[in-house]
């Protein structure tokens, strides 16, 4: 199985900060990655698939990159609405996984 | 636009079985554009991945569930479900379905407690 580690698992940063989430696979998924942003009480909003392709509708302030086993999320200057936790997924083999999480706290 | 909805009992005993069925609209579960998953979140944890069901019906489960877990595909009804033996404290999550990665349902919490 392809086991998904997540990095960091709490980030606390400012309104306007730049930040950056790292998601490694345990071997190479090409490009077969998503992110997604979740709120408390929601279902998890997709951000970005196929590792670096924007989901319609979501802000171009996040962007995606990597391929293989390492990627990142970055969000280029944060607003008040991204205060959430983000998860990535593989999808690469038939049997998904999710890393566990980054929650981005306000600072 | 897919629109994803879960379905299920809520409270469901120990030992027995969950039983959740996705309705879907606003598409054909019979493109090959999609693949219909399950994920579930127990309370203040993580998202894990339950299983996935092709077009073809062929089925791909989480091997820490997959002696449990049992899915199938209605696309005439335009739904799948998913049935989840000898449930435990543990099963109980908020339970999501999908068409993986794109649209998600709202979710349907379920407790397993006698």
């Known amino acids: 199985d392809i086991q998904m580690t997540q990095s960091p698992s709490t980030l606390s940063a400012s309104v306007g900060d730049r930040v950056t989430i790292t998601c490694r696979a345990s071997?190479?998924?090409?490009?077969?990655l998503a992110w997604y942003q979740q709120k408390p009480g929601k279902a998890p909003n997709l951000l970005i698939y196929?590792?670096?392709t924007l989901e319609s509708g979501v802000p171009s302030r996040f962007s995606g990159s990597g391929t293989g086993t390492e990627f990142t999320l970055t969000i280029s200057s944060l607003q008040p609405d991204d205060f959430a936790t983000y998860y990535c997924q593989q999808y690469n083999s038939y049997s998904d996984t999710f890393g566990q999480g980054t929650k981005l706290e306000i600072k | 636009q897919l629109q994803l909805q879960e379905s299920g009992p809520g409270l469901v005993k120990p030992s027995e079985t969950l039983s959740l069925t996705c309705n879907v609209s606003g598409g054909s579960m019979s493109s090959n554009s999609y693949y219909w998953g399950w994920i579930r979140q127990p309370p203040g944890k993580g998202l894990e991945w339950i299983g996935s069901i092709y077009r073809s019906g062929t089925t791909f489960h989480n091997p820490s569930l997959t002696s449990r877990v049992t899915m199938s595909l209605d696309t005439s009804n335009n739904q799948f479900s998913l049935k989840l033996t000898s449930v435990t404290a543990a099963d109980t999550a908020v339970y999501f379905c999908?068409?993986?990665?794109?649209?998600w349902g709202q979710g349907t919490l379920i407790t397993v407690s006698s």
């Open positions: 071997q190479s998924i090409s490009r077969w």
């Open positions: 999908a068409s993986l990665p794109h649209f």
């Open positions: 196929k590792a670096s």
